[in-house]
């Protein structure tokens, strides 16, 4: 079946680096992906999205890479404040159901050390 | 401009029970997704509705059935409550098909 999975299911970073987040998926028909950002006790937020004709995508401190190739993507945060502790999710759709039927992977846990 | 909102915040209920998920979507938004998100876990896909229409539906069992009201608007019921539907039920809104999604808090249902 299909299937969405973190690398690393934690990471830990000093206050200041770039931290990197990584993400495979399994279906090739996959065509939008997105990435939320998880803090205990709320809802996912969304950080950004890319569809699958771009490979990259910048927003306010956050870079997303897309690799259809290995159908991997990756989540790039410039300066990594404490604030950015939490879990981080990827997600594909199922392909053709635009921003919608999303499956998420398991998350990373990320700690930022002051 | 208030994001999703969804009540209750927290349920109890026993098994072989049924309950009910509210979720009012953010202004202007007509598509309402629902995911089930267990502890530890990434929010796993239940149904998708656009301009009250089903556009989606996970895997779930038949004990599970949603719909979409002419504000927008959504409910998510669940029939005859198992031990694992304990999880936090997310409501997510988006403009359009094509748009992201933006969550609520969820609803935390705890099953005794």
């Known amino acids: 079946g299909e299937s969405v999975g973190l690398h690393l299911p934690t990471l830990s970073v000093q206050e200041g680096d770039n931290s990197i987040i990584n993400c495979a998926y399994s279906?090739?028909?996959?065509?939008?992906f997105i990435w939320y950002k998880q803090e205990s006790g709320k809802g996912p937020q969304f950080i950004i999205d890319?569809?699958?004709?771009?490979d990259k995508r910048q927003g306010q401190r956050v870079t997303v890479l897309l690799n259809k190739t290995v159908k991997h993507l990756s989540l790039q945060i410039a300066a990594t404040q404490p604030g950015d502790s939490a879990v981080y999710f990827c997600?594909?759709?199922?392909?053709?159901?635009?921003?919608?039927?999303?499956?998420f992977g398991t998350g990373t846990r990320l700690t930022v050390i002051p | 401009d208030a994001g999703v909102t969804q009540s209750p915040t927290h349920l109890i209920k026993t098994r072989g029970q049924q309950v009910t998920l509210r979720c009012s979507p953010i202004?202007?938004?007509?598509?309402v997704s629902w995911y089930q998100q267990v502890l530890g876990q990434g929010p796993q896909f239940i149904f998708q509705?656009?301009?009250?229409?089903?556009?989606g539906r996970g895997n779930f069992p038949d004990r599970f059935s949603a719909r979409q009201f002419p504000n927008y608007s959504s409910e998510l019921n669940v029939n005859a409550l198992l031990l694992g539907d304990s999880a936090l039920y997310l409501c997510?809104?988006?403009?359009?098909?094509?748009?992201?999604?933006?969550f609520g808090d969820g609803t935390r249902l705890s099953i005794l």
């Open positions: 279906n090739s028909a996959s065509d939008y």
């Open positions: 997510a809104s988006s403009t359009l098909d094509t748009s992201p999604q933006h």
């Open positions: 997600a594909a759709n199922r392909g053709g159901t635009g921003a919608n039927n999303l499956f």
């Open positions: 509705y656009y301009e009250k229409e089903e556009r």
């Open positions: 890319i569809r699958s004709n771009m």
């Open positions: 202004s202007g938004h007509k598509s």
